[in-house]
């Protein structure tokens, strides 16, 4: 059960930014933009509560004008452990994955989890881990021919060949608060329609 004093305060949010699911329970998570759309089918392995469309619900003290101050993932999902903490799950969609989408979607996992932690102070909900999840539909890096690898090396573009590994081993590192962390990262892969699942 979520606790009750999160539950109160979450009646003063819009009811249709966020839903909360017990175990076994599902929801269709959808995502549009302009690359297209996506359905991701998400069941709840536990009490969770999803934050949708936080892309559109950053803190309204961010200045817009600063480039990348509102970027934001895609989903949030805060998922109560035993012990009564919780674990974060920050989802961010990119069409295709390349050098280029891993940067910026390094740049909006940092900001959601900025927002995300401010949306769990306010709710009482204490952290314990935070999980990356990048959902695509076509994987470049992956595919990237042996030829390829050797020609950034040879340019000696480090930071794409430092993307390369981490997207492969299945982790990221971010910059949070200063620090450097690296987090695990999920792959979520999606068929061509954009339709996929999840279950947390």
């Known amino acids: 059960m979520i606790p009750l004093h999160i539950e109160e305060k979450l009646q003063m949010f819009q009811c249709e930014k966020y839903v909360v699911l017990r175990e076994k329970e599902q929801k269709e998570l959808v995502e549009k933009s302009r690359s297209g759309k996506v359905k991701l089918t998400f069941t709840a392995l536990g009490d969770t509560l999803l934050l949708l469309s936080p892309e559109c619900n950053v803190l309204p003290y961010l200045d817009e004008k600063q480039k990348g101050a509102t970027s ?11 012990e009564g903490t919780w674990d974060l799950h920050v989802i961010e969609f990119k069409k295709t994955i390349n050098t280029a989408s891993l940067g910026k979607s390094r740049w909006q996992f940092i900001m959601g989890i900025y927002n995300a932690r401010a949306v769990a102070a306010f709710l009482g909900m204490e952290l314990e881990n935070i999980y990356l999840y990048s959902g695509y539909r076509k994987d470049t890096l992956a595919d990237m021919e042996h030829a390829s690898l050797i020609a950034l090396r040879a340019s000696n573009n480090s930071s794409a060949l430092k993307e390369i590994k981490q997207w492969n ?32």
């Open 169 to 200: 081993s299945g982790r990221c590192e971010l910059i949070l608060d200063g620090n450097s962390r690296v987090l695990a990262l999920q792959k979520i892969q999606l068929d061509q329609d954009g339709e996929g699942s999840l279950s947390i």
């Open 72 to 82: 934001c993932a895609d989903i949030f999902i805060y998922r109560r452990r035993d």
